[in-house]
């Protein structure tokens, strides 16, 4: 079975800055994608970026990043720039062959400005 | 638009009375999911179909069912309801099974079963 853990229940960050929000997951496939998922005091839930276990480079969408070092099994969330529209929960995700997808508890980010 | 929709969007039920949540796509998508939201838990996948006819269990699939008889068309019963299935629900779908598959949700239901 696959495991997300996300060891930030919550984070703060003034706004402009730059916050990590971290993901360590567990899975023996050599095979798996990577997901980082918003959910907004809204409750919807936000696609943001993927990265793939054979993607050699760091994915980016505009002020996301994933900072993906496999050996650690960490992929964690980079938000730049920080803007007051960015305070969510935000979710890692883990899916491998098996085709089911795991959440990670998420962390909550809360933008001060 | 593209777009996952359920219904309802909320529900109040009494234990034991048969319910059904649905869950539409028109995106074409073939993979389709269910999840529940618990405060401290996160999102836990209930059942997951890779196409028409194929469902699999997930991690917490009891107490719910599930089937897949047209492609867009991914409803959530729940035949006896019990108190602690109230909760908040998510149905997703993506492209493929493939990766690397992101799911786009839908807009949840928020369920209490007292």
């Known amino acids: 079975a696959q495991k997300i853990t996300q060891t930030q229940p919550g984070m703060f960050v003034q706004e402009k800055e730059a916050v990590t929000l971290d993901c360590t997951y567990d899975?023996?496939?050599?095979?798996?994608?990577l997901f980082w998922y918003k959910q907004p005091s809204s409750g919807e839930m936000i696609f943001l970026i993927y990265?793939?276990?054979?993607?050699?480079q760091n994915a980016t969408e505009g002020r996301y990043s994933l900072n993906f070092q496999k050996a650690r099994k960490s992929a964690n969330l980079v938000i730049s720039a920080s803007q007051l529209g960015d305070s969510a929960m935000y979710f890692c995700a883990i899916k491998s062959t098996g085709n089911q997808f795991y959440f990670g508890t998420g962390t909550s980010l809360t933008v001060i400005p | 638009e593209a777009q996952v929709t359920q219904n309802p969007r909320y529900l109040i039920t009494v234990t034991g009375k048969k319910l059904t949540v649905t869950c539409s796509q028109n995106m074409n998508h073939e993979y389709m999911s269910w999840y529940r939201q618990d405060p401290g838990l996160g999102l836990r996948q209930i059942y997951y179909?890779?196409?028409?006819?194929?469902?699999d269990k997930g991690d917490v699939p009891e107490g719910y069912k599930v089937s897949r008889k047209e492609k867009r068309n991914f409803p959530l019963i729940l035949e006896s309801p019990s108190p602690n299935q109230t909760s908040l629900y998510f149905c997703?779908?993506?492209?493929?099974?493939?990766?690397?598959?992101?799911?786009?949700f839908g807009p949840g239901t928020r369920l209490t079963v007292t």
């Open positions: 997703a779908s993506s492209y493929s099974g493939a990766l690397p598959g992101e799911q786009y």
């Open positions: 179909s890779m196409n028409v006819e194929v469902t």
């Open positions: 899975t023996s496939d050599q095979s798996y994608g």
């Open positions: 990265q793939g276990s054979y993607d050699e």
